[in-house]
């Protein structure tokens, strides 16, 4: 069985640009989140993806947006990055948006300079 | 959301049990407690979770107290690869819309150290 997978491992962009980072969910699992860490802090929820539609949103702005396919791999977009947006961005899957256990990719560390 | 409250760090010896307390007094009775760990930059790893009883499986036992409000954390033999922030979570029913969605909700976790 093959774990959560994200790409890529580790992304360099300056301030204004824009960004996209991909998922891969676990095998036969349909619900994604998002997650993002700064340094020294637990993960911060960005939001859901069920079924290809967002299942709801933590407290970060619009600017952060993203996707779902029919495979139920996912992607994370940030536009007009700034320099907070600095952090680990961690994808996790579970088997359904009712169930329990969320498994984590490794992450993606991304800098903005 | 309800709120959990870990130390901020614990030392353990190699081969003793490492015993991490999480207190949650504000917890509903039909919420989850759950544990992960996360080992410098990488993602958190699942390792156990319960609603009431005690549990136990191959990496640890979870303690839930009969009122729900602390549970403890036991890693039977620590080793040097469990030297890791461990968080205690309780999983929080939310959504957009009906039915049972789920999110959680991650505080600044315990840092374990198990020395040699």
């Known amino acids: 069985e093959t774990g959560v997978t994200q790409s890529p491992t580790h992304l360099i962009k300056t301030r204004g640009q824009q960004v996209t980072l991909r998922c891969s969910s676990q095998s036969g699992h349909n619900t994604v989140s998002w997650y993002q860490q700064a340094l020294g802090q637990g993960p911060q929820f960005i939001f859901q993806?069920?079924?290809?539609?967002?299942?709801g949103r933590g407290n970060f702005p619009p600017r952060f947006s993203g996707l779902q396919f029919p495979n139920y791999s996912s992607e994370l977009n940030v536009n007009a990055l700034e320099l907070d947006d600095s952090a680990l961005y961690l994808c996790?899957?579970?088997?359904?948006?009712?169930?329990?256990?969320?498994?984590f990719g490794p992450g993606t560390r991304l800098t903005v300079l | 959301d309800a709120k959990t409250t870990q130390p901020p760090s614990m030392d353990c010896a190699e081969g003793r049990a490492a015993n991490l307390p999480c207190n949650h007094s504000?917890?509903?009775?039909?919420?989850?407690v759950y544990w992960y760990r996360q080992i410098h930059s990488q993602g958190p790893q699942y390792i156990i979770h319960g609603l009431k009883n005690n549990e136990t499986n191959e990496m640890a036992s979870l303690i839930i107290t009969e009122d729900r409000k602390s549970s403890t954390l036991i890693l039977p033999h620590a080793t040097l690869r469990d030297t890791a922030v461990y968080y205690c979570?309780?999983?929080?029913?939310?959504?957009?819309?009906?039915?049972?969605?789920?999110?959680?909700?991650f505080g600044k976790g315990t840092l374990l150290t198990v020395n040699p």
């Open positions: 504000t917890i509903s009775g039909n919420e989850y």
């Open positions: 979570i309780v999983r929080v029913r939310w959504g957009n819309s009906g039915g049972s969605n789920y999110k959680l909700t």
């Open positions: 996790a899957s579970s088997l359904d948006r009712s169930t329990d256990t969320q498994y």
């Open positions: 993806y069920y079924r290809e539609e967002e299942n």
